[in-house]
């Protein structure tokens, strides 16, 4: 059972995503009743899905009439990412940890949540199962209340729409900017910013379909990081081995 002060400390983490999942969440239930749907489908969307890019974009689809399969692949490749986010995760959420609490880790995993738990620490004599289950739930109840609130006063009040969707893109540039004054790491941002531009230019000269634009930016964000990474970390074994060659022939001398 968590302390009164972890319990406080996780809410008061968790604030921004609070402003943020209620200011995109709000619109996206608004999206759902303006394309004739029931409220009750954006409750039902966030407790299933949970992916704010998802949902918009499964909306979307849906009122385009895209098939079940369609509706699928697109989901995979819109939530592709979420296998890096598992392959840097596997120490903080390994079984011995977090226990129980895996498969609800799993699920609730979003880029926000993601981006919390990789640059906070654990309360002094809290388990991490619980404290990282803490902040995911929270946001979790952040998405639905916004979603549900937009849904029900789409519902009965007239709402106009511009503007709202840039919602998203300000909540990841919050983000990015808390990861960057945390790991002190401007590289990977960077590296991200890069690839989604040469995606867009690829798309506005015709070398690219615009549908494709995302999983292009993200594969050679992926490819670049692990190139540049794995240059960066052999440089480094090498220059360790010279110095302790060296140390070890001065000692011998």
């Excluded at 394309?35 to 909306?59: E, K, R, V």
């Excluded at 902040?135 to 937009?150: E, F, K, M, N, R």
């Excluded at 015709?206 to 970390?233: F, H, N």
Aim: charged share 15%; aromatic share 14%; glycine share 10%.
């Amino acid at each position: 059972m968590l302390k009164k002060d972890s319990i406080c400390k996780g809410a008061k983490l968790t604030l921004p995503i609070f402003f943020g999942y209620i200011s995109i969440g709000i619109p996206f239930g608004l999206m759902v009743v303006n394309n004739g749907y029931p409220w009750w489908l954006a409750l039902f969307m966030g407790m299933t899905i949970f992916s704010g890019t998802g949902q918009y974009i499964g909306i979307s689809l849906m009122a385009a009439g895209a098939s079940l399969p369609a509706f699928l692949v697109t989901q995979f490749f819109v939530g592709i990412r979420h296998v890096v986010y598992g392959l840097s995760l596997l120490k903080k959420y390994d079984k011995r940890r977090v226990g129980k609490w895996k498969p609800f880790l799993i699920f609730a995993l979003t880029d926000e949540t993601y981006a919390l738990i990789t640059t906070s620490e654990v309360p002094l004599g809290e388990k991490d199962g619980e404290y990282y289950s803490l902040i995911a739930a929270l946001d979790w109840s952040y998405w639905l209340l916004g979603s549900v609130t937009g849904a029900l006063l789409g519902t009965f009040l007239p709402f106009d729409f511009t503007g709202v969707d840039f919602a998203l893109n300000s909540l990841f540039i919050v983000l990015m900017i808390e990861q960057i004054k945390q790991s002190k790491d401007i590289f990977p941002s960077f590296c991200g910013i890069c690839t989604a531009i040469a995606a867009i230019l690829l798309s506005k000269f015709g070398y690219l379909p615009s549908q494709q634009i995302l999983i292009v930016a993200l594969s050679l964000g992926i490819a670049v990081l692990i190139l540049v990474r794995g240059i960066t970390v052999k440089t480094k074994k090498i220059k360790h081995e010279k110095n302790t060659e060296e140390s070890n022939s001065t000692e011998e001398k």
